[in-house]
């Protein structure tokens, strides 16, 4: 009788291994621990990375850029606005209000490495807070391919 139950337990304990095996095998090969293909782009250290056309085969990192204070009797903005030396590419921004769409600042075209430390607004804004649009407009260095254009919503604290 001993030797039965203990027999019995032996099963048991083996057959509850056994589940446990194939459970951790599932889960190991599930398609729900797969990582998801994303339209969005990568966010990646110093800026987002976004697909250039097909044809040209290359990324263009984008700069990340949050919120600035600025002073109540101030128009010029200390955010900088860059084109990263990585880029094969030009960017001219424009700033616009959110709400609005009252373009507060359109860039020069900048080649890749250059950097606009600051930049003056086309008025005074009210006290507060506002939300901003940051378009970036993206092009082959020699201006005939449009890529892919950047969108940024970002916000400005005047005080």
Known sequence: MKKILQNKWTKRISFSLLLLIFFIIGMLFSPFNRPQESPQPEIQAGGVTTEAPAESAEQLRIPVIGLTYVDSHDKIVQMPLENPE?????????????????????????????????????????????????????????????????VINTKIYIG
């Open 86 to 150: 990585i880029n094969n590419a030009t960017f001219q921004y424009s700033i616009s209000l959110k709400d609005s769409e009252e373009i507060l600042f359109t860039s020069p075209i900048l080649k890749p490495g250059e950097k606009l430390e600051s930049w003056e607004m086309s008025r005074m804004l009210d006290k507060g807070e506002h939300a901003l649009t940051i378009h970036i407009d993206a092009r082959s260095l020699d201006g005939l391919t449009q890529y892919n254009n950047a």
